[in-house]
């Protein structure tokens, strides 16, 4: 491409953004009266086209006359903007904070970006046309939602970038930056997971809750659709619920597995599909034969500060252990000290297993282990639900006993192949 071709391509990109942006903004403000609205697709677009020829000329070498077209472009919009008549006491700062972001984007255009400004500019037009969904979202969220959203924001941004990456600690098991990382993407799952709850399991029902619900814990939402349906007469959807939030449980752990631990991703796959094929068939039943059921309210938000640093000294002690039992006993020793640490968590298993080096332990007896975590879950949640719900919580337990002994057959069969 000659130099020619690409100035054009520069220039054009910067019209793009104007206009694309310029489309969204006139379409928005198209209600207001004539001689209130500051800029529209017109000036948009203007303003691409001259910050745009900006960026090129301080490509050019050419920075003074660069910086007076921007200032110029800034001039016009602070007067245009300060000075508008039927201003409200309280303005919108959308369009001209859109305007200086297509000011911004021209100029990279102009400058030598063009890929990057055209994204920018997809996104910013994003971000404006989806004001209703947007505002909808923050009406469905409450104080506690906000000050969870805080805390992940800590847990990740705040941390995360100012731990060390090394080896540390007894064995040289610790790398705090992975360690962290570990918190940054589970309470993120189970974090993503809560929010869909929230924005669609109370509008939805039952059936929702439990599908997402237990994508981010399947055992508190057992525990909420277990005691809901126990202090009913009579049962509702909660039983296909807590046999749905089971099955996607099934399917949540080779997403850990496939994060943490990628070798042992076929293995689990292998052993779990039976059990993933009757979770979901026996699921599907109940779901069939449930009534149309309001949801509960979802369990407690999974995001605190105290749980995630428990979860990464629990993630901690289990690397120091594997380690340990790498060197003294094998990968049979690995095997035991993976089923009984997953019978307390099993998303602390896989990350352990990530941990450890590809030959501490084959992937068939590392899978067997991550099974046997599951079966000892399962039975939990089995025990709360007859415990809660009592009789009317039977079809859902059958349920889930039905997967468990799938599960159980498939870890005898890969137990032969030893």
Same mark, same amino acid.
């Given at each position: 491409?000659?130099?020619?071709?690409?100035?054009?391509?520069?220039?054009?990109?910067?019209?793009?953004?104007?206009?694309?942006?310029?489309? !969204?903004?006139?379409?928005?403000?198209?209600?207001?009266?004539?001689?209130?609205?500051?800029?529209?697709? &017109?000036?948009?677009?203007?303003?691409?086209?001259?910050?745009?020829?900006?960026?090129?000329?301080?490509?050019?070498?050419?920075?003074?006359?660069?910086?007076?077209?921007?200032?110029?472009?800034?001039?016009?919009?602070?007067?245009?903007?300060?000075?508008?008549?039927?201003?409200?006491?309280?303005?919108?700062?959308?369009?001209?904070?859109?305007?200086?972001?297509?000011?911004?984007?021209?100029?990279?255009?102009?400058?030598? !970006?063009?890929?990057?400004?055209?994204?920018?500019?997809?996104?910013?037009?994003?971000?404006?046309?989806?004001?209703?969904?947007?505002?909808?979202?923050?009406?469905?969220?409450?104080?506690?939602?906000?000050?969870?959203?805080?805390?992940?924001?800590?847990?990740?941004?705040?941390?995360?970038?100012?731990?060390?990456?090394?080896?540390?600690?007894?064995?040289?098991?610790?790398?705090?930056?992975?360690?962290?990382?570990?918190?940054?993407?589970?309470?993120?799952?189970?974090?993503?997971?809560?929010?869909?709850?929230?924005?669609?399991?109370? &509008?939805?029902?039952?059936?929702?809750? *439990?599908?997402?619900?237990?994508?981010?814990?399947?055992?508190?939402?057992?525990?909420?659709?277990?005691?809901?349906?126990?202090? !009913?007469?009579?049962?509702?959807? !909660?039983?296909?619920?807590?046999?749905?939030?089971?099955?996607?449980?099934?399917?949540?752990?080779?997403?850990?597995?496939?994060? +943490?631990?990628? &070798?042992?991703?076929?293995?689990?796959?292998?052993?779990?599909?039976?059990?993933?094929?009757?979770?979901?068939?026996?699921?599907?039943?109940?779901? &069939?034969?449930?009534?149309?059921?309001? *949801?509960?309210?979802?369990?407690?938000?999974?995001?605190?500060?105290?749980?995630?640093?428990? +979860?990464?000294?629990?993630?901690?002690?289990?690397?120091?252990?594997?380690?340990?039992?790498?060197?003294?006993? *094998?990968?049979?020793?690995?095997?035991?000290?993976?089923?009984?640490?997953?019978?307390?968590?099993?998303?602390?298993?896989?990350?352990?297993?990530?941990?450890?080096?590809?030959?501490?332990?084959?992937?068939?007896?590392?899978?067997?282990?991550?099974?046997?975590?599951?079966?000892?879950?399962?039975?939990?949640?089995?025990?709360?639900?007859?415990?809660?719900?009592?009789?009317?919580?039977?079809?859902?337990?059958?349920?889930?006993?039905?997967?468990?002994?799938?599960?159980?057959?498939?870890? *005898?069969?890969?137990?032969?192949?030893?």
């Amino acid at each position: 491409m000659s130099v020619g071709w690409a100035e054009a391509l520069a220039a054009a990109t910067a019209v793009a953004c104007g206009l694309l942006i310029g489309i !969204e903004r006139g379409f928005d403000l198209r209600d207001l009266k004539p001689g209130t609205r500051v800029a529209g697709v &017109r000036t948009f677009t203007l303003v691409g086209l001259v910050s745009g020829l900006a960026g090129l000329v301080g490509h050019l070498g050419q920075s003074f006359a660069a910086g007076a077209l921007m200032a110029g472009i800034a001039a016009v919009l602070a007067i245009g903007y300060g000075h508008r008549p039927g201003l409200s006491e309280r303005p919108d700062a959308t369009t001209p904070i859109a305007a200086v972001a297509t000011a911004a984007l021209g100029f990279m255009a102009g400058f030598g !970006e063009p890929g990057f400004a055209i994204a920018g500019a997809t996104i910013v037009t994003l971000i404006l046309a989806l004001k209703p969904e947007l505002h909808g979202f923050l009406d469905k969220l409450d104080q506690a939602d906000v000050k969870a959203l805080a805390r992940y924001a800590v847990i990740a941004g705040a941390v995360l970038p100012f731990l060390p990456n090394g080896h540390y600690g007894p064995l040289g098991a610790w790398n705090p930056q992975k360690l962290w990382l570990v918190v940054v993407l589970v309470t993120g799952f189970s974090f993503l997971g809560y929010v869909a709850n929230r924005i669609f399991g109370e &509008r939805h029902g039952t059936v929702a809750t *439990g599908l997402i619900g237990g994508a981010y814990s399947s055992t508190a939402v057992t525990q909420a659709l277990a005691q809901r349906l126990g202090s !009913e007469k009579q049962g509702g959807a !909660e039983p296909a619920g807590i046999a749905l939030a089971t099955a996607v449980m099934y399917l949540r752990v080779p997403v850990l597995i496939a994060i +943490f631990a990628t &070798r042992v991703l076929l293995p689990i796959s292998v052993l779990l599909l039976p059990a993933v094929i009757v979770a979901w068939g026996a699921g599907y039943w109940l779901y &069939r034969k449930a009534p149309s059921h309001q *949801g509960p309210a979802p369990p407690g938000n999974p995001i605190a500060l105290l749980p995630a640093l428990g +979860f990464v000294t629990f993630v901690a002690v289990a690397a120091v252990a594997a380690k340990w039992a790498q060197g003294s006993f *094998g990968q049979s020793g690995i095997a035991v000290l993976l089923l009984i640490i997953g019978s307390m968590d099993v998303d602390v298993a896989i990350v352990t297993l990530g941990g450890l080096s590809p030959g501490a332990i084959s992937p068939l007896v590392a899978a067997m282990a991550i099974g046997g975590t599951i079966i000892v879950n399962m039975a939990v949640k089995i025990g709360i639900t007859l415990v809660y719900a009592r009789r009317l919580g039977l079809s859902a337990a059958a349920a889930m006993a039905s997967s468990v002994v799938a599960l159980a057959v498939m870890i *005898g069969l890969a137990w032969t192949r030893l």
